[in-house]
């Protein structure tokens, strides 16, 4: 059993930064790590994914190149840094743990393992 705990939303104005971090409880090793995100009045979407080994690293077209994931292993913590944040991004983020190859996330929104409760991301124009 994976517990996860999300922290560093907030409200932000457009362009500025937030760092979203994932605390794991339980047994992660070989697990992959990333993020989704919900936009109200939508469905959850991919953001983000790392692999359990770190050597690999996924992002949704809308992200790429203005987040970054990463995972710290010893501290069973996965980040999302998110820079040149857009209104468009305001969502509740949502961290997850699954055993699933990270560049099938995008495909497998429903069958993820674990899911953290989520924290609200609210960028303003």
């Known amino acids: 059993q994976v517990q996860l705990a999300e922290s560093g939303g907030g409200s932000v104005q457009a362009g500025t930064s937030l760092r979203l971090s994932c605390g794991a409880s339980?047994?992660?090793?070989?697990?992959?790590l990333g993020w989704f995100r919900q936009a109200p009045g939508k469905e959850r979407e991919f953001v983000a994914a790392?692999?359990?080994?770190?050597?690999?690293?996924y992002y949704a077209d809308s992200v790429r190149g203005r987040f970054t994931i990463s995972r710290d292993d010893a501290k069973n913590t996965v980040y999302l840094q998110m820079n040149s944040l857009k209104p468009e991004d305001t969502a509740v983020y949502y961290c997850a743990v699954d055993r699933s190859s990270a560049s099938t996330w995008h495909l497998r929104i429903n069958a993820i393992d674990y899911w953290g409760k989520g924290t609200l991301v609210t960028v303003s124009s």
């Open positions: 339980g047994r992660t090793s070989g697990y992959n």
């Open positions: 790392v692999s359990w080994s770190g050597a690999s690293i």
